[in-house]
T-cell receptor
Framework: RKEVEQDPGPFNVPEGATVAFNCTYS??????FFWYRQDCRKEPKLLMSVYSSGNEDGRFTAQLNRASQYISLLIRDSKLSDSATYLCVVPPMTTDSWGKLQFGAGTQVVVTP | GAVVSQHPSRVICKSGTSVKIECRSLDFQATTMFWYRQFPKKSLMLMATSNEGSKATYEQGVEKDKFLINHASLTLSTLTVTSAHPEDSSFYIC?????????????FGPGTRLTVL
């Protein structure tokens, strides 16, 4: 089982609709999680951090389900500019792996007019 | 704040040549820099971890003699792809961390697209 798994999509979403997708992780001891956004041929940019049960930032909501070992990202009122690949990132738990982020392969979201 | 630059943004070279990519933290001191490679529609794969003034730590399967990393200062790390071949064509991204105080947050450079003919 991969350490971080995501549904690659694409999720085709009408503008204004809500879309949600999950990321599963294998290490039950993981404490913090990140969602990054990556536009085509660009670098990843931090979207949200998740340290407890969840986090909300405007139209974006991240939730953590420790029992089932997944985090979700929900985008409300989708904008055309939300079209991107969303990367789930889980930091490792061992000190000798500090900083070695585990990236999921990403979920592609396409918002259509 | 926390801006990371990479140079060049794109490079096309002939097979057998070496290519150097620079990664700079512009407004902070990066105790650690990371080098990633990303193939189309694939996830970012960590190649190596670079700490200022010490040898880089390479991930399993990454040839250290092929991908030379130098972290000469707290604001600059370089990756040299030696004797590049077409299979080395990829998107190379660096990131920088402010250290333990900054937690796991990494700031990414804009990436370098390498095409080896």
């Amino acid at each position: 089982r991969k350490e971080v798994e995501q549904d690659p999509g694409p999720f085709n979403v009408p503008e204004g609709a809500t879309v949600a997708f999950n990321c599963t992780y294998s290490n039950s001891a993981s404490q913090s999680f990140f969602w990054y956004r990556q536009d085509c041929r660009k670098e990843p940019k931090l979207l949200m951090s998740v340290y407890s049960s969840g986090n909300e930032d405007g139209r974006f909501t991240a939730q953590l389900n420790r029992a089932s070992q997944y985090i979700s990202l929900l985008i409300r009122d989708s904008k055309l500019s939300d079209s991107a690949t969303y990367l789930c990132v889980v930091p490792p738990m061992t000190t000798d792996s500090w900083g070695k982020l585990q990236f999921g392969a990403g979920t592609q979201v396409v918002v259509t007019p | 704040g926390a801006v990371v630059s990479q140079h060049p943004s794109r490079v096309i070279c002939k097979s057998g040549t070496s290519v150097k990519i620079e990664c700079r933290s512009l407004d902070f001191q990066a105790t650690t820099m990371f080098w990633y490679r990303q193939f189309p529609k694939k996830s970012l794969m960590l190649m190596a971890t670079s700490n200022e003034g010490s040898k880089a730590t390479y991930e399993q399967g990454v040839e250290k003699d092929k991908f030379l990393i130098n972290h000469a200062s707290l604001t600059l790390s370089t990756l040299t792809v030696t004797s590049a071949h077409p299979e080395d064509s990829s998107f190379y991204i660096c990131s920088a961390s402010r250290g333990l105080a900054g937690g796991h947050e990494q700031f990414f450079g804009p990436g370098t697209r390498l095409t080896v003919l």
